[in-house]
């Protein structure tokens, strides 16, 4: 029997027989870590700790394994992914003659960490959840294995048509090679057409739950079967998943679409379209004041608005490769005057419009152009979701051309307003994550090594350049370029990913653009996309769900309420109302002749920052009784004392009245 060596990353290599598995190699290797692992990670690929070294590798050098451990992503993606055929099992188990779509683990999705897509005889219901889960922790605890098997593909589709999936069988066909890897749980009826990895045993699952039902139809296509897509979530610890449910209950009373109804700021009308929004005055308000941030900022960084159309003629989304890559996406062609036309789902083949109305010089650029772009998606019905997913939407958009030098300062300049915005708008612990090109050979990248490795390098470098710590994640990039995505957290601990930055070797190239070098000769300019929100409607969204519904006092549709105790006080009330206004501020005044418990309790509840008590008292010595909406009374002062205090608020753009100081705006 020969030898090969393994070893950890960085460590000694140990002799182990080539016979030996993964996990068997791990124990030598250290016991500890072999104990925790779920799957591994050998030259790269992530395999089963079932795996034969001697099946995955024919070189002689020591094999390098990487044990996928809890508590890291690789690790809850395996959880998850195991998960979700454990859920399948006991679908089969229960529910006869079930079929299976596909099942993966989700880990960027807030509400849920996999999901399964299933035909049963009966469709299913709410109520048959728990019963669900029930049979799922009965298989988990029985400690079943996951047994992983390579077959031929004729093999694979006698057993899958046998078991009449002809789903799978349909996936067997389109994807598998000449050999299928496919993964049983012992002792129950669950059989998968799956690459893996998954965890050694169902004993590694502890900490699930089952979360909800929808519709989903196959592959995602209405013209193809409807299915029922169970969603569920899963963790390495229970007291991870109680204190995600507790999260999620609390997400739920902040859920943007609840809040914009009760607080009356936008609607979706199912007789006008589904993900089309309508921004109600209220949430008009908070639009105008996120604009007039918007604009101020880009004034102020050298950018210059531009307008453009909603339409253009087809040809251009021909130019644009539009509809060779992203047709699916967009609204059909409309007719006129024997020409096509077509909506707009990005604005950037627009500002290159202007790029091109006339001869660019190495003396003109930068050129930035920003837009509040509004853009058009088709996005399938099942997807839509409030304002996170719609099919209507208003970019904050802007398109950078610049020389190659001057790369390095527009990157900068691109994070340096993203975490200003991130700072006006209170969001912490941001995240930078660098999306390069991965070393798959199937995937196709636009632009040559030099291109990509030098706008790395540039991305790379304005990031070292501000000391920003990021993430390097290999194979993420957009086929036209490397880009920077920024998450952030929100004030109950979500990451939401809002800005990205990215660079694009492809238009430039596909609209022949063109800048006269101090060399007299033409060259072509550097495109960068960029947007801070992403989007008005999903950041007011967000915003929405990070505030509670309760907005600083600069962003709130309402900010002062003013709140007469007696009828006799209405005409002083009315005064008041007035010089607020006067003074731009957004005011109610209530003289509806209610108990003033009755107007508190209302102004209380579409979370009006300030409240001014009016009574005789007031009325004679001309003052105000300030109430705020989250200390409650903070005295009496004279109307100029309020407006100035008020006015620090919006001038700062405070995000409450302790950092009023605080200059955020600079
Ligand atoms: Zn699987
Ligand atoms: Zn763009």
Same mark, same amino acid.
């Given at each position: 029997?020969?030898?090969?060596?393994?070893?950890?990353?960085?460590?000694?290599?140990?002799?182990?027989?080539?016979?030996?598995?993964?996990?068997e190699?791990?124990?030598?290797?250290?016991?500890?870590?072999?104990?925790?692992?779920?799957?591994?990670?050998?030259?790269?690929?992530e395999?089963? &700790?079932?795996?034969q070294?001697?099946?995955?590798?024919?070189? @002689?050098?020591?094999?390098?394994?990487?044990?996928?451990?809890?508590?890291?992503?690789?690790?809850?993606?395996?959880?998850?992914?195991?998960?979700?055929?454990? &859920?399948?099992?006991?679908?089969?188990?229960?529910?006869?003659?079930?079929?299976?779509?596909?099942?993966?683990?989700?880990?960027?999705?807030?509400?849920?960490?996999?999901?399964?897509?299933?035909?049963?005889?009966?469709?299913?219901?709410?109520?048959?959840?728990?019963v669900i889960?029930?049979?799922?922790?009965?298989?988990?605890?029985? @400690?079943?294995?996951? *047994?992983?098997?390579?077959?031929?593909?004729?093999?694979?589709?006698?057993?899958?048509?046998?078991?009449?999936?002809?789903?799978?069988?349909?996936?067997?066909? +389109?994807?598998?090679g000449?050999?299928?890897?496919?993964?049983?749980?012992?002792d129950?009826?669950?059989?998968?057409?799956?690459?893996?990895?998954?965890?050694?045993?169902?004993?590694?699952?502890?900490?699930?739950?089952?979360?909800?039902?929808?519709?989903?139809?196959?592959?995602?296509?209405?013209?193809?079967?409807?299915?029922?897509?169970?969603? #569920?979530?899963?963790?390495?610890?229970?007291?991870?998943?109680?204190?995600?449910?507790?999260?999620?209950?609390?997400?739920?009373?902040?859920?943007?679409? *609840?809040?914009?109804?009760?607080?009356?700021?936008?609607?979706?009308?199912?007789?006008?379209?589904? #993900?089309?929004?309508?921004?109600?005055?209220?949430?008009?308000?908070?639009?105008?004041?996120?604009?007039?941030?918007?604009r101020?900022?880009?004034?102020?960084?050298?950018?210059?608005?531009?307008?453009?159309?909603?339409?253009?003629?087809?040809?251009?989304?021909?130019?644009?490769?539009?509809?060779?890559?992203?047709?699916d996406?967009?609204?059909?062609?409309?007719?006129?005057?024997?020409?096509?036309?077509?909506?707009?789902?990005?604005?950037?083949?627009?500002?290159?419009?202007?790029?091109?109305?006339?001869?660019?010089?190495?003396?003109?650029?930068?050129?930035?152009?920003?837009?509040?772009?509004?853009?058009?998606?088709?996005?399938?019905?099942?997807?839509?979701?409030?304002?996170?997913?719609?099919?209507?939407?208003?970019?904050?958009?802007?398109?950078?051309?610049?020389?190659?030098?001057?790369?390095?300062?527009?990157?900068?300049?691109?994070?340096?307003?993203?975490?200003?915005?991130?700072?006006?708008?209170?969001?912490?612990?941001?995240?930078?994550?660098?999306?390069?090109? #991965?070393d798959?050979?199937?995937?196709?990248?636009?632009?040559?090594?030099?291109?990509?490795?030098?706008?790395?390098?540039?991305?790379?470098?304005?990031?070292?350049?501000?000391?920003?710590?990021?993430?390097?994640?290999?194979?993420?990039?957009?086929?036209?370029?490397?880009?920077?995505?920024?998450?952030?957290?929100?004030?109950?601990?979500?990451t939401?990913?809002?800005?990205?930055?990215?660079?694009?070797?492809?238009?430039?190239?596909?609209?022949?653009?063109?800048?006269?070098?101090?060399?007299?000769?033409?060259?072509?300019?550097?495109?960068?996309?960029?947007?801070l929100?992403?989007?008005?409607?999903?950041?007011f969204?967000?915003?929405?769900?990070?505030?509670?519904?309760?907005?600083?006092m600069?962003?709130?549709?309402?900010?002062?309420?003013?709140?007469?105790?007696?009828?006799?006080? @209405?005409?002083?009330?009315?005064?008041?109302?007035?010089?607020?206004?006067?003074? *731009?501020?957004?005011? +109610?005044?209530?003289?509806?002749?209610?108990?003033?418990?009755?107007?508190?309790?209302?102004?209380?509840?579409?979370?009006?920052?300030f409240?001014?008590? &009016? #009574?005789?008292?007031?009325?004679?010595?001309?003052?105000?009784?300030?109430?705020?909406?989250?200390?409650?009374?903070?005295?009496?002062?004279?109307?100029?004392?309020?407006?100035?205090?008020?006015h620090?608020?919006?001038?700062?753009?405070?995000? @409450?009245?302790?950092?009023?100081?605080?200059?955020v705006?600079?």
């Amino acid at each position: 029997m020969s030898e090969i060596n393994v070893q950890l990353k960085d460590g000694t290599p140990v002799p182990v027989p080539d016979s030996a598995t993964v996990a068997e190699a791990l124990k030598r290797l250290d016991r500890d870590l072999a104990k925790q692992a779920l799957a591994a990670k050998v030259k790269g690929r992530e395999v089963d &700790l079932t795996a034969q070294l001697d099946t995955l590798s024919s070189d @002689n050098g020591a094999i390098e394994i990487e044990p996928i451990i809890p508590q890291t992503r690789d690790g809850l993606e395996v959880l998850r992914h195991s998960t979700a055929h454990l &859920l399948a099992a006991a679908v089969l188990d229960l529910f006869p003659g079930a079929k299976l779509g596909i099942g993966p683990a989700l880990l960027d999705d807030p509400r849920y960490g996999f999901f399964y897509d299933v035909i049963t005889p009966q469709p299913l219901t709410e109520a048959d959840l728990p019963v669900i889960e029930k049979r799922m922790k009965q298989i988990a605890s029985k @400690n079943l294995v996951y *047994r992983r098997d390579e077959i031929s593909k004729p093999e694979a589709l006698r057993i899958f048509s046998e078991r009449q999936e002809p789903l799978k069988c349909e996936l067997i066909d +389109e994807k598998a090679g000449d050999v299928v890897s496919v993964y049983y749980i012992d002792d129950s009826p669950f059989i998968d057409f799956c690459l893996g990895p998954h965890v050694p045993n169902t004993n590694k699952l502890r900490a699930f739950k089952l979360l909800s039902l929808a519709g989903a139809y196959w592959k995602g296509d209405a013209s193809q079967p409807q299915m029922q897509r169970i969603y #569920g979530t899963a963790f390495f610890t229970q007291e991870e998943l109680d204190a995600w449910l507790k999260q999620r209950e609390e997400a739920e009373k902040r859920d943007h679409r *609840r809040l914009g109804r009760e607080l009356d700021l936008f609607s979706i009308q199912e007789e006008y379209g589904q #993900g089309l929004i309508f921004w109600h005055p209220k949430g008009g308000a908070i639009r105008k004041e996120m604009e007039d941030y918007l604009r101020e900022q880009l004034v102020r960084r050298g950018y210059g608005l531009v307008y453009t159309p909603h339409i253009a003629k087809r040809e251009l989304w021909y130019t644009s490769g539009h509809e060779e890559n992203y047709a699916d996406s967009m609204f059909s062609p409309m007719e006129f005057e024997g020409q096509e036309f077509r909506i707009k789902p990005m604005n950037c083949p627009f500002h290159i419009g202007i790029y091109k109305s006339t001869q660019r010089s190495y003396r003109d650029l930068p050129l930035r152009y920003a837009e509040l772009g509004a853009v058009y998606r088709a996005e399938l019905s099942g997807t839509l979701h409030g304002l996170a997913r719609v099919r209507g939407f208003t970019q904050d958009d802007a398109h950078i051309f610049c020389t190659s030098e001057s790369v390095h300062a527009e990157i900068l300049g691109c994070i340096d307003f993203a975490f200003n915005m991130f700072e006006v708008f209170g969001f912490k612990d941001i995240k930078v994550e660098l999306s390069v090109r #991965g070393d798959d050979p199937e995937a196709h990248y636009l632009g040559t090594d030099e291109q990509w490795e030098w706008a790395e390098s540039a991305l790379v470098n304005a990031l070292n350049a501000k000391g920003i710590p990021y993430q390097r994640i290999e194979g993420e990039a957009v086929f036209y370029g490397p880009k920077i995505d920024i998450r952030v957290e929100d004030a109950i601990g979500r990451t939401w990913q809002l800005t990205t930055v990215q660079f694009d070797f492809n238009l430039p190239e596909r609209f022949q653009l063109e800048y006269i070098g101090e060399d007299n000769k033409p060259h072509r300019p550097v495109m960068i996309h960029r947007a801070l929100f992403g989007s008005m409607e999903r950041f007011f969204g967000v915003l929405i769900e990070h505030y509670a519904g309760a907005f600083p006092m600069w962003l709130a549709p309402v900010q002062v309420a003013v709140l007469p105790i007696t009828d006799r006080v @209405n005409e002083y009330a009315e005064q008041v109302a007035s010089e607020l206004r006067d003074a *731009r501020f957004r005011v +109610e005044a209530n003289l509806r002749s209610e108990k003033i418990g009755a107007k508190i309790r209302d102004a209380q509840l579409q979370k009006v920052p300030f409240m001014l008590v &009016l #009574g005789d008292r007031e009325a004679e010595q001309k003052t105000v009784a300030v109430r705020e909406r989250s200390r409650g009374d903070i005295g009496t002062m004279s109307l100029e004392e309020f407006k100035k205090m008020a006015h620090g608020l919006v001038e700062t753009r405070a995000l @409450n009245i302790n950092n009023q100081a605080q200059e955020v705006q600079q």
